[in-house]
Structures are given as C-alpha cells and as structure tokens.
C-alpha cells in the first residue's frame, strides 16, 4: 500500500502497461475506454462551440446578415445535435462513470468490459453518420426534429441523422445496461447499498433512465426515417396522422435525457463537496433517493415541452403539477450540499470552485424551469430566450460545470499528474463570468420577447445580444485554457501522488494511475461513505491512503 | 441422478477445463459470471420491451381514433397465416427451451438438434411472413405511392395506410429481431459443435434462449392486435 | 447464486400444450361477437400466454427478485408512455383523433 511520501510512479500502470495503438483500440479496461470516450467527447465539444460561435457571431447585430436564415437554422440544430448526443449525454457516464465507478465499488473493470468497448465503437459510429450529415449540407430541423418538418418538408440530411443519434442512441443504453449491472453485481465485500458513494447512486439512477427511455427514442427515429422515406403516414396529418404523436414519442425520451445530462454531474458534485469541506454529506440517505426519485419522476413530466404545441388544457395542467414535483428532489440535493458546507473546513481547490458554480448556476436553472412548469408563465415565454436561457444553465452551468469539476478533480488519479493550480482557478473563474454574462441577459431577452431559433431579431434586443455574445467569448477562452495546462500537465505536472486531496473512496487507494486490474485483491470494505472524520483524525492506524 | 441425467449416448460429461477457460478476469467464479451475464441479458430486454413500446403506443391511439379503418386493414390479414406462424414461434420457444436443458445437461448432440429445430422453425416463420409481404405488396397495401384501398365502409382509406404502416413497422421490426435471432442461433451451432459447452458453461445458449422468448411474446401480442380485431364489416 | 429449481421437461410440454390451446382459443374468441369485449378478451389471452411464456419458459418464475422487479418496471414504464399520452387524447374533446363521445 502506497503512502503519499512514496509518489514513484509503479513500473505498470493502465496507462504504460502497453503502447500500441491496437492495445488501446482493443482495450477491455475501463479506464482506457474512458479515455477514448475523453478524446471523442471534447472533439465534439469544440465542434459545437464552434456552432455557438457562429450563432453568437450573427446574434451580434439585429440583422440577419452573417448567414442566410436556412444556414442559421442548420447551425442551431447541429449544435443542439452534436452538444446534446455527441457530448452532453457522454460526457460524464461515459468518461467518468467508466473511469471511476468500478473502482469506487473495488471492483476490477466493469461487468462487461467488451460491451463497454463496443460501446464507444458504436458512438464513433452514430457520430460519423452525424458528421456525415453536417458535412454534406446539415439539417436544420432542430435537434428537437418536429413533425411534419422534419418527415416532409425539410430538405436536408433527415435520415442519416437520424440514423447517427439513433445509433449513438445504442452506445447509451449499453452503458447504462452495464452500470446497472455493475453495481447490482460486482460491489466488493461490505460495501452495501448505503456505503456506496453518491457518485454512484447517481450514475445509477441515470443509468435506469438511459435504458428505460432511450429505446423510445429510437423508435421514434425509425419511424421518422419511414416516414421521410415512404411516406407512410404516421406523423403526417394530411393521411389522418398526428403530429403531436410524434412530441409525446420524442419527449418522453428527451425529458429523461435532460436527467442523464445532469444526474452524473450532482454525483460528481456530491463527491467533491464532501472532499473539500472535509466532512460526509449531508443528509446521505435523502440525496440517495433524490437520484432514484429523480429518475423516476423525470418520466413524468414530458408534456411540459407541449404546453402550446396543441395537447388538452388537462392533460397540460397534469404535467404541470408533476413537473412542480420533480423539482422536489433536486431542491433536496442542493440543500444538502449547503448542509454539507455548513461548518465545514473548506479549502478553495479548482474542483471546490466549481461545486460552487454547480450550486449557484444549477440553482438559477432549476429555479426558472419551475416557470416555464407554470403553463400560464409558459404561454409567454414558450420558444424564446428564456427556455435557452433556462436550459443552458441546467446544461452547461450545471452539466459541463459537473463535468469541469470531475476532471480537475480525478485527473491527478486519471494522469498522475497535478496540473497547475493558479492557471485552473483563473478559468473556472472565467468560465463562471463568461458563462453569466453570456446566458444572464437571454433571460431577459426571452421575457422581453425576443424569439429563439431566429437569426434577425428587433433592434432594441441588440444591447443584450452583444453582452451575450461578449460573453460567450470569455467563457470559450475559459473552455480553452484547460486544453492548455492539462496537456502541459502530462508533461511537467508535479507528480499527483494516490491521493493528492485525501480523499475519501476506494479509487483514492490505488497508485496513480491506477494498475491495470485496479486492485491486486478485491478490498474489504468495513467503513462508512465519507469518513472524513476518520481520515482526518490525527494519529488512528485506519488504512487509508494518502 | 434422475433418468434425465443418465448417461445416454451423446451425453458429454462435463468439462471442467472448458468452464475454466470461459472465466472472465474479473469475475470470482462461472457463478458469478453467469448470473451477470444473465441479469444482464434482462435488462436489455427491457430496452426491447420500450423499443417495441413506442410502436404498440401509436398503435393504440390510433386504434381507438380510427376504429373502422383499423378493423378493414385487419381483414385484409390471413387469420391461416397468422396462426400458423403463432404456432410455429410457440413451437420454436418449446424446442429452444429444449436447447437450453440439453446444454445444461451437456448434451453436444441434443443441443445441436434442438438448436437446429430452433432455427427451422424461425426459418420457416420468416417465410411465411415473406409470403404474407409479397401478397399485401401485390395488393397494393404496402404504404407509399402504391398505396391503393378500396373502401367500402365508413372510414377513411387513408387511415387504412397509417394502420399498414404500423403493421409493417411492427412485423417487420419484429421479423427483424428474428432474422437476428436466427444469426445468434447459427453462432451458438457453431460453438457448440466446437464443444464450447458445459454443465459449468452454458450461458450463451440460456441468453440467447432469452431474447428468443422475448421475440416469440411480442409477436404473441402482434397477432390477436393485427389479425383478430373484428370478423365484422367495418361499417361504423 | 446458484440456479436452482428448473422447470422440468413435462412442464415445458405442457407449457406448450397450453400456448396452442390459448392461441386455438383467441382465434375462436375473435369469431364471436362480444363488443368492447373482443378486445379485452383477446389481450387477455395474450397476456396469459406472455406471462406462461415469461414464468416457465424464461424462468422468470425462478428468477432473483431483482429480475422480477426489472421486467415489472419496464411495463410500468411503457405503461406511463401509454397512459400519459392518453391523458392527452382523451381529453382533447375537439380533436380528430380519439373521441370517447363521438
């Protein structure tokens, strides 16, 4: 067992344990597979920032004169695609979840490491038909691919991207299949239900989701590609077909997806709060359930995408209610991590700065999203400013913020490496402004009125539009510079050591990086989640690393 | 030992290098790994129970909106070929079934034959159903710019292609999934004939007997759905 | 966990025996004229031969607990799609679609 004055590197870890390209595109280990999905993941990240900056760019004058209004329609709807299915859905399950997880539960790999494989060969996959369809010509559908739109009238790259989510779709459940499976069967000795880390409780409530809603989605697609296709009439109200079919079918998937975005984020969250007030979170067992809970009612509230699309006032006023209930277990989870930062002793490292953004911004989203649940607000602000606003700050300042977090919280035990400290405090500080002084006014915009999805807006919206924009520029240097410093990391980080933060969690007792197998024999576990008091306590012979 | 355990000609004894040689590193033991292997197997059948979901949904709400329509393009379905290939899915879950307990008594021979009787029969469901294709084709009730209905009864013929459609995306994801089935059948053949398996090491052929069931209940669903919605003229 | 009870060859016989005995059944059953009922006694019939196909031939009778739980959450799950999306046509009143007055 490794203790932090011995931070030499052992002769084999997962990382040097084989060089060869085909040792990696072949791999079983989880934690080369998170590595790939990290590679694909950011790729596609860039690219659909690229997108927001060119919307960005022609949101800066009220003229649509950057780009024609079809263009300026492609470019919202391969960014909503790529951001959402090539990223956003990913991004933490599959880099961290995969990374982490198993480690977290002692276990060796996942349940089914070849499974896991093909699951990141199918997402390349699924992407390379979405790349395909943005590279000869787009679509410019939405990422949302309304009927009759979508089936009839656009003239774009329908089906194969489609078909390129639809596959990607696969990649999802496949991961979530193996989560599930995972924990239910391969936890290590002691480590019940209740020891587990919140990290986990949350990627596997996000994992039920995955496998319960996807396949809807992909059902949906198929028929869409019929329906393009053959005009086969499903969707189509001129043969007797319901287009508002095709939003229940389609929002019953993505209602849940915008769970899988967030729930593997508070899981990150959870974790880090602990780790950095040096105390066990609050209220365990609530911000346990409160993942479950979310899972399951996040399957009810789907309509509320529909408020004005054309469903009953009733059924309208049902969705309403329960999507006032589902904001129930997030709230708990955000008052539990204040709970946990009450009296702790919190020391102001990068991850701990983002666990503060997550809480502000993840509030602020949550806390509009309850207007848009309210269907009288909703007829206002229904397709305008507001909605992005709203769901940018779910996404992004809570998502891609959890996401931030866990890489610079993990990278030590992913790399070996620390990056440098005062480069990573500055962006998450740019990305927290930029990311404000971006959406903030889209708030504003969208109660005004200002339509989404529009390349021309009136003149009096362009004060905001251009501090939006303003903005988006700092947050993508924000984006930026930790491209710089963790590829500077790799090569002149000061050496992480097992566990540079102390703490709490199996993963934390393997070298960093981690052998191969993980463990040299399966761990008993006979403590507590989050025994920080334990770690901390000044002279036990506990075995803890670090 | 119970007669079914007796040795027989044809019964392999178990071999317990073979069920070594399938433990996957990161398991404690078969055990373990089998028992994943088919938790796992369950919870892709969920997926498949909401991929098929989304399509009896539509189907259902279109049922209760066009009625009359629904029940003229279920007229148009031959009950004898409905039924025959009820029965031939039915007899191919027994024959599967049969695999599966051949296997695990480790029986090359047994489990090859009911493998390939497995397979005859999802061989021969599929042609029927090709038949069935070819004759709605023929007829004019495949959806799209062939579409062409005589209607003689109070309901619109255009519903009658959404129900068409519905029917073809149904049977054919349906006859999709038993193409597939087929594939998986024809690989646990080849395995077996190589000896993969063991009393100790059966898992695939259990799995796969899995998704074959499951494939055999959705059509369980599909035919009463699709084929016996009303004997009676859809006059409203 | 080791699997234990299995079915025995004679179940699965009978098993099969019953499936074709219900599909002679709901075949018969469509040829009457019961209504509403036509529908509810056709699924019924399926149902019990899903559930004959799931219990013996799957196993899923001798299953582990969380196998069943899994299986029963995904058609209470279809069923929320289901449901739900009713809750919208049924109630619509003016639409096209479904019309329990019409």
């Known amino acids: 067992m490794e203790t932090a004055s011995q931070s030499i590197e052992p002769k084999t870890n997962y990382l040097n344990a084989d060089y060869t390209i085909k040792s990696w595109l072949l791999t079983t280990d989880h934690k080369r597979i998170a590595l790939l999905f990290l590679g694909s993941i950011t790729l596609f990240f860039f690219l659909g920032g690229f997108f927001a900056m060119l919307i960005r760019l022609e949101l800066l004058t009220p003229a649509g004169d950057l780009v024609l209004a079809d263009t300026y329609n492609k470019l919202f709807t391969m960014h909503g695609i790529v951001m959402i299915f090539l990223f956003l859905i990913p991004s933490v399950p599959a880099v961290f979840g995969n990374f982490v997880l198993p480690m977290m539960i002692g276990a060796k790999d996942l349940a089914f490491p070849r499974l896991n494989l093909a699951s990141w060969y199918i997402f390349m996959l699924g992407a390379s038909f979405v790349l395909y369809a943005i590279l000869t010509g787009g679509m410019d559908t939405g990422w949302t691919f309304y009927t009759p739109y979508s089936t009839t009238y656009s003239n774009t790259n329908v089906v194969t991207a489609a078909v390129g989510v639809f596959i990607i779709g696969f990649s999802s459940i496949f991961t979530g299949l193996n989560f599930i499976v995972t924990v239910h069967r391969m936890r290590a000795p002691g480590l019940t239900w209740r020891r587990l880390p919140l990290f986990v409780w ?41 287009p508002l079919l095709f939003q229940h079918l389609f929002w019953f998937y993505s209602h849940p997806a915008v769970y899988i975005m967030i729930l593997p984020s508070m899981g990150v969250i959870s974790e880090v709060v602990a780790c950095f007030s040096r105390k066990r979170v609050f209220g365990y067992d609530f911000v346990a359930m409160s993942s479950i809970a979310i899972a399951v009612l996040g399957f009810l509230v789907w309509a509320h995408h529909m408020f004005v699309a054309g469903i009953s006032i009733y059924a309208a006023l049902v969705f309403s209610l329960l999507s006032f209930f589902v904001a129930i277990p ?32 993840f509030t602020i989203g949550g806390l509009t999203g309850i207007f848009l649940a309210s269907v009288g607000l909703d007829l206002h602000v229904h397709d305008t400013y507001f909605v992005v606003a709203h769901f940018h700050y779910i996404m992004v300042g809570g998502g891609v913020t959890g996401f931030l977090c866990a890489l610079h919280f993990w990278w030590p035990k992913i790399t070996g490496k620390m990056y440098p400290e005062s480069f990573a405090r500055l962006s998450a500080v740019l990305v927290f402004l930029g990311f404000n002084l971006t959406f903030f006014p889209q708030f504003l915009l969208g109660y005004m009125g200002m339509p989404r999805r529009y390349h021309a807006y009136p003149p009096e919206f362009q004060v905001l539009n251009v501090l939006s924009t303003a903005g988006a520029s700092i947050l993508a240097v924000g984006f930026l510079m930790p491209m710089v410093y963790f590829v500077w990391s790799l090569q002149y980080g000061k050496d992480a050591g097992p566990n540079p933060y102390r703490a709490a969690g199996l993963e934390w007792m393997t070298p960093s990086p981690p052998p191969t197998f993980n463990f040299d024999e399966t761990p008993v576990v006979t403590w507590e989640a989050y025994n920080y008091d334990e770690i901390d306590a000044p002279s036990k012979g506990v075995e803890v690393a670090g | 030992m119970t007669r079914s355990m007796h040795p027989a000609r044809g019964l392999k004894l178990p071999d317990s290098e073979t069920a070594v040689h399938n433990l996957r590193h990161h398991f404690a033991d078969l055990e373990q790994q089998s028992a994943t292997a088919k938790f796992g197997m369950w919870i892709f059948l969920v997926t498949e129970i909401m991929f098929f979901g989304g399509m009896f949904a539509s189907y259902l709400i279109y049922r209760l909106s066009y009625y009359n329509a629904w029940v003229a393009g279920s007229q148009t379905m031959e009950i004898r070929y409905g039924t025959a290939n009820t029965a031939v899915l039915i007899c191919s879950s027994l024959t599967m079934v049969m695999a599966v307990h051949w ?15 497995t397979l005859a029969l999802g061989l021969a469901f599929l042609g029927i159903k090709a038949v069935e294709y070819h004759e709605h084709w023929v007829h004019h009730e495949v ?15 255009r519903h009658v292609s959404i129900f068409f459609s519905l029917y073809f995306a149904m049977t054919g994801m349906h006859a999709l999934h038993m193409v597939i089935g087929a ?15 063991s009393p100790e ?12 069931h499951f494939v055999d209940i959705i059509w ?17 | 966990m080791n699997e234990h009870a299995h079915p025995s060859v004679k179940t699965f016989i009978a098993v099969w025996a019953a499936l074709l005995v219900l599909t002679a059944l709901t075949v018969f059953a469509s040829t009457l004229e019961l209504g509403p009922f036509n529908a509810i006694v056709a699924l019924s019939i399926a149902t019990i031969k899903a559930l004959l196909v799931l219990l013996f031939f799957m196993e899923l009778r001798y299953s582990t607990a969380l196998t069943k739980v899994a299986v029963v959450s995904a058609i209470f799950f279809l069923m929320l799609l289901v449901g739900l999306t009713l809750a919208d046509y049924l109630t619509r009143g003016w639409s096209s679609y479904i019309n329990p007055f019409r």
Do not use: C, Q
Request: net charge positive; no cysteine.
């Open chain 1, 202 to 242: 949350a990627h596997y409530a996000t994992s039920v989701i995955m496998v319960l809603g996807t396949p809807v989605l992909a059902i949906t697609l198929v028929l869409v590609a019929l329906e393009r296709l053959f005009h086969i009439g499903i969707f189509d109200a001129r043969l007797g077909g319901d």
């Open chain 1, 330 to 361: 997030s709230a708990v989870k955000v008052f539990n991590w204040t709970a946990t930062l009450y009296k702790g002793s919190i020391s102001l490292d990068t991850p701990m700065l983002y666990v503060f953004a997550f809480i502000g911004l």
């Open chain 2, 103 to 117: 296997a695990k008594l480790g029986s090359r021979k047994l489990t090859a034959l009911f493998l390939i009787l």
């Open chain 2, 143 to 157: 959806p799209g710019a062939n579409f062409h209905f005589e209607h003689t009864g109070n309901y619109d013929p």
């Open chain 2, 183 to 197: 594939g998986l059948l024809t690989w646990l053949l080849i395995a077996n004939a190589r000896g993969r398996f």
């Open chain 2, 201 to 212: 090491y059966n898992s695939p052929v259990e799995l796969v007997g899995l998704y074959w």
């Open chain 2, 220 to 236: 369980i669903y599909l035919f009463p759905l699709l084929y016996l919605i009303s004997h009676h003229h859809p006059g409203g």
